[in-house]
């Protein structure tokens, strides 16, 4: 065999002309600076995150994706809430105080009195119209004596004035502690309890005036102040703090807080 190149007159024939191994790769180093795996490493570089950017920490695939936050109670309520049951409370002071006024003064007997004549004529009919009614100890008492009959009737509103304001008392409480606390329907009832008594006022401060003497001043006066520290503390409810705060509270309940 001659050892000279077919191709090439005059030069030696070398069929592995860098001097290497038959497993030499023929095209020499791998251009791109070492063998890739494609099992093995990552040919994009350590980090897995195609977009180059680090995954940031804390981050919660299931629980807050795209920066979303969960419905959280309110931690604090509002002055505007704590004045508003201030002055409801104070309100159901004023309306009990005014029920016991008007109770121990001359009010109600004469309401009766002037209304006196029509009173004692429709007695009479049912007395005439009712065998054994006139021999009734509270209707010849009240036949015989009108102004007997009058104060015992003060004496017994007496004790239902006292029943009334604890109970007056407690509704008040009741109606602002919840309203204080941010309940949403316990502030509409107070609205509407709040309108309610503006109505009265159209109609008892006359008759409160007509009836009450000279103490309808002094009753007028502490009547007055209780409707509009009533009217006062459900403004305060609906002011924007408070309102903000219950329509959170009212978003939390539905997320199931309680």
């Known amino acids: 065999m001659s050892d000279y190149d ?22 020499g180093e791998n251009p791109y600076g070492q063998q890739p795996s494609p099992y093995g490493q990552n040919p994009y570089g350590q980090n897995p995150n195609p977009y180059g950017q680090p995954q940031a920490p804390g981050y919660d695939q299931y629980g807050h994706q795209g920066g979303y936050t969960g419905v959280q109670p309110p ?19 004023f309306s009990a105080l005014a029920s016991w006024l008007m109770a121990n003064s001359n009010m109600m007997a004469n309401m009766i009195g002037q209304q006196w004549s ?4 429709e007695f009479e009919k049912q007395m005439q119209s009712t065998p054994g009614m006139e021999q009734d100890p509270l209707v010849e008492q009240m036949m015989a004596s009108p102004e007997a ?17 604890v109970i007056t008392l407690g509704l008040y409480f009741l109606v602002g502690f919840f309203v204080g606390r941010g309940v949403g329907a316990m502030r509409i009832i107070a609205t509407i309890l709040g309108a309610i008594s503006l109505l009265n006022l159209v ?56």
Do not use: C, H, K
């Open 75 to 93: 931690t604090e309520r509002p002055r505007t809430l704590a004045i508003a049951f201030g002055l409801i409370l104070l309100a159901g002071i």
């Open 149 to 165: 009959f009058m104060s015992q009737v003060n004496s017994m509103m007496s004790s239902f004035v006292i029943v009334g304001m």
């Open 118 to 121: 029509l009173v004692q004529e």
């Open 6 to 27: 077919p191709n090439q007159p005059g030069q030696p024939y070398n069929p592995n002309p860098s001097g290497q191994g038959s497993s030499q790769n023929p095209y």
């Open 203 to 258: 109609t008892t401060v006359p008759m409160i005036s007509m009836f009450a003497d000279t103490q309808a001043g002094i009753i007028n006066a502490v009547y007055v102040v209780g409707i509009l520290l009533g009217v006062a503390g459900v403004v305060f409810s609906w002011l924007r703090p408070s309102s903000q705060y219950i329509a959170q509270r009212r978003q939390a309940r539905l997320a199931g807080f309680r």
